[in-house]
C-alpha cells in the first residue's frame, strides 16, 4: 500500500520498521552501549499498547522531545507528568510536523479509542510533511539545508517544495490549521487538551509569539519561560537529558493541574 493511503485512511499511521521492535538506539542516537531500550508498539511508537487502556488515559504528541530521544523510557516528560493523571500512551514520533500530528490526534481518536487528556508539545512550525510523485509519504525541517541527507529527514536531492512553500508567515498558517485541527477534535470529544512548546522551536515561537495571539488559547498552553532550553545532555549530545525532562514535568504539572 502507498503511503498516501494510509495518510488518507482513518488508521492510526504505522512505521514499521518499529513495530513490536526492542531498539538498543534510534534516530539520533547511535550510542549502542546497552542503557537505553526504546521498546516499540503495534504501530511502532515508543508507548505502551493503545489495546491496554484503563478508567483514565493520557495521549502524549510531539516530536524526538517527546519521544525521548537518548533517555529512559521512566525518566522522559510524558511519564513524569501523564502517570500523574492516568495511564499513558506517548505517540511523539521524531522528526514529525505540526500537521503530522494532528492528523494522528484524528486517526487516535476516530480508529482507536479516545482519551480523557490529550498533552502535546509541539514542534517546529517549519516542517512540513507531503506526498511524492511516486505517491510515498516525506518529512522536510525547515532549519536544515533542503540537500541535507542526514539521518532522520534522509534527503537526496534539493527539496523544492521545501524552498518553495516556507517562509513565517507560511508557517504561521501551517500552524494555525493543526493548532485548531486538535482543538476541534478535543471540544467535540470532550478531551482535556494541553499544550507546549520547547528547545529552539521556542526560540521561534517567542518571534512569532504576537502573530500567535490570533491563533492559541493561553489558558491551556503552557509557556516554558524558565525550563524551555536544551540541556543537550541526552545520550545522543543533542537532545535534553534527565534533568531536563525533570524539570520540565514538574513545571508543566504544576500549570495542568492548577488549570483543572
Known amino acids: 500500500m502507498q503511503d498516501f493511503k494510509k495518510i488518507l485512511s482513518n488508521n492510526v499511521f504505522v512505521f514499521e520498521q518499529y513495530k513490536n521492535k526492542i531498539l ?10 546497552g542503557t ?18 484503563s478508567n483514565y488515559n493520557i495521549l502524549t504528541l510531539g516530536c524526538s522531545w517527546t519521544m525521548g530521544i537518548g533517555v529512559n523510557n521512566e525518566a522522559i516528560w510524558p511519564n513524569l507528568v501523564g502517570k500523574k493523571f492516568g495511564n499513558v500512551f506517548n505517540y511523539g514520533m521524531y522528526g ?47 532549519f536544515r539545508m533542503a540537500n541535507d541527507n542526514d539521518l532522520v529527514w534522509k534527503n537526496e536531492d534539493e527539496d523544492l517544495m521545501f524552498v518553495q512553500l516556507r ?3 507560511q508557517d504561521l498558517m501551517i500552524f494555525w490549521e493543526a493548532y485548531k485541527l ?27 509569539k504576537p502573530e500567535l495571539n490570533m491563533t492559541i488559547n493561553y489558558d491551556t498552553f503552557f509557556d516554558p519561560i524558565n525550563c524551555y532550553k536544551n540541556d543537550l ?17 514538574k513545571q508543566f504539572y504544576t500549570y495542568i493541574k492548577n488549570k483543572l
Open 182 to 208: 486538535v482543538e476541534i477534535i478535543a471540544r467535540l470529544y470532550d478531551i482535556k487538551i494541553f499544550h507546549t512548546i520547547s528547545g529552539y522551536y521556542y526560540d521561534v515561537f517567542k518571534e512569532l
Open 167 to 169: 517562509n513565517d508567515y
Open 233 to 249: 545532555k541526552g545520550r545522543d549530545g543533542q537532545h535534553p537529558g534527565i534533568e531536563w525532562h525533570d524539570t520540565f514535568s
Open 96 to 142: 514529525v510536523s505540526t500537521s503530522f500530528i494532528a492528523k494522528t490526534l484524528y486517526k487516535i481518536v476516530t480508529s482507536e479509542f479516545i482519551p480523557n487528556m490529550v498533552l502535546i508539545m509541539w514542534p517546529g512550525f517549519s516542517r512540513r510533511d507531503y506526498i511524492k510523485e511516486n505517491g510515498l509519504f516525506k518529512k522536510i525541517g525547515g
Open 36 to 53: 537505553i531500550e526504546y521498546n516499540m508498539n503495534e504501530h511502532g511508537y515508543r508507548s505502551d499498547s493503545l489495546k491496554n487502556i
Open 24 to 33: 538498543p538506539t534510534l534516530a539520533s542516537d547511535i550510542i549502542n552501549d
